[in-house]
Nanobody, 123 residues
Framework: QVQLVESGGGLVQAGGSLRLSCATF????????MAWFRQSPGKEREFVGGISRSGDSTGYADSVKGRFTISRDTAKNTVYLQMNSLKPEDTAVYYC????????????????WGQGTQVTVSS
């Protein structure tokens, strides 16, 4: 069983930055690709970005490209989402998720999920 624990959410003004963390417990961390999704009230969960098992490949949604960066620390079994130049439309609950093989944008294909962390960006 794999457990994911997110942290780092909060309230920030537009233009500010936050860094989210997702620690992985159980399983073999290096076997998993990691991804971040987000969900706003009344909207479907959407893909934010993902990172390969080795960490040498990342992919992002167009809406966050150039502002968000995903990285992973194998020694700490943790993946990070650095969010810069935040906008009010980035307000959502952010979730990390894991699966094997490769990153996809389809949330149904991920095996384990964290509990989510709230990010609120004020204008």
């Amino acid at each position: 069983q794999v457990q994911l624990v997110e942290s780092g959410g909060g309230l920030v003004q537009a233009g500010g930055s936050l860094r989210l963390s997702c620690a992985t417990f159980g399983g073999t961390y290096s076997n998993y690709v990691m991804a971040w999704f987000r969900q706003s009230p009344g909207k479907e969960r959407e893909f934010v970005g993902g990172i390969s098992r080795s960490g040498d490949s990342t992919g992002y949604a167009d809406s966050v490209k150039g502002r968000f960066t995903i990285s992973r620390d194998t020694a700490k079994n943790t993946v990070y989402l650095q969010m810069n130049s935040l906008k009010p439309e980035d307000t959502a609950v952010y979730y990390c998720a894991v699966r094997h093989f490769w990153v996809t944008t389809n949330s149904d294909s991920y095996d384990y999920w964290g509990q989510g962390t709230q990010v609120t960006v004020s204008s």
